[in-house]
């Protein structure tokens, strides 16, 4: 890969001051304080399910990331940040191919990242691996007290939610904020990573993360990313609302997982060189000015 000259921002940007650390620490309190709320409603016999039914996950998760969203507007607006320019154009017509083929490819090395992964895992905690493979997306009456409403939100959360409040938060802000301090190479790799390290499939989701800031880097379009990572949610959440529907069908045992190593690395062996490409063409884009700039003065 040619070495490239690193595009530093000027320190007059929103980005200059903004601490991330304070933005984590404000989802932390958010995340905590909605717990500890539904704990003192379901004490006092107020609340309609406990604080450990999975009912809850969806609304804390939107307590955490979608309240860490909107401190960081209010507070950082006022100071010039616009969520405009952030966001930047919506593509007119829409790359349906692009965004299919690049969500094609990180989905396999995703899935075999996870197998690799958690198979090689599986040798040394079987337990925990087990556990995993048995967990599901969606509930029933046996696991929450609210089986309909769980499902509802999830999907809600994983194609609307998800995508638009972890790619303002991680694409946005940290990209920005990184790439205004320490340059724009770091902050792609520093994002990414950060990224893969908060969901279970850390390699596959590294990886995911990486695509979507080059894809956002290359298009200046918030909107655009959304929309790839909303697709991958829902075609996730398809896959196993059909899997359910298949009568007869159980988990996969531990050891048949394991047994499937030789698919995991079949998908990252047909997978990697298509995402070399992609990432080898695009990250030149590093040594260029960050969206924000971009979209600010195009207004």
């Not at 690193?6 to 309190?29: D, H, N």
């Not at 969520?83 to 692009?98: D, F, I, Q």
């Not at 690799?116 to 087990?130: H, N, T």
Request: proline fraction near 7%.
């Amino acid at each position: 890969m040619a070495k490239i000259t690193v595009f530093r921002e000027p320190q007059s940007t929103p980005f200059a001051k903004p601490q991330v650390r304070w933005l984590l620490l404000v989802m932390f309190a958010l995340s905590f304080s909605s717990g500890i709320v539904v704990g003192i409603l379901g004490e006092v016999g107020v609340s309609p399910a406990p604080v450990e039914d999975p009912v809850w996950i969806p609304i804390f998760y939107v307590a955490m990331f979608g309240g860490g969203v909107a401190w960081y507007i209010k507070q950082y607006g006022p100071q010039g940040f616009q969520v405009r320019s952030l966001v930047g154009p919506t593509p007119n017509p829409w790359p349906w191919k692009a965004m299919l083929g690049i969500w094609f490819m990180v989905f396999l090395f995703s899935m075999g990242a996870f197998q690799l992964s958690y198979g090689a895992l599986s040798l040394v905690d079987p337990e925990r691996v087990e556990g995993i493979l048995h967990q599901s997306l969606f509930k029933g009456a046996e696991g929450t007290a609210f089986p309909v409403l769980h499902n509802l939100l999830m999907v809600l959360l994983l194609v609307v939610a998800a995508p638009i409040l972890e790619e303002f938060l991680f694409r946005g802000v940290l990209l920005h904020r990184w790439g205004t301090r320490w340059g724009l190479p770091g902050a792609v790799i520093g994002s990414s990573l950060l990224f893969g390290i908060c969901h279970a499939n850390w390699i596959g989701l590294s990886m995911f993360g990486l695509v979507m800031s080059l894809l956002y880097l290359r298009s200046r379009s918030l909107g655009l990313v959304m929309g790839v990572h909303a697709l991958n949610n829902g075609i996730v959440a398809c896959l196993e609302v059909a899997y359910s529907w298949v009568p007869d069908t159980e988990p996969a045992t531990l050891a048949e997982f394991q047994g499937g190593w030789w698919m995991g690395l079949l998908l990252i062996a047909v997978s990697t060189p298509f995402l070399w490409r992609f990432i080898r063409q695009n990250w030149q884009l590093t040594a260029q000015p960050l969206p924000y700039g971009v979209n600010e003065q195009r207004g």
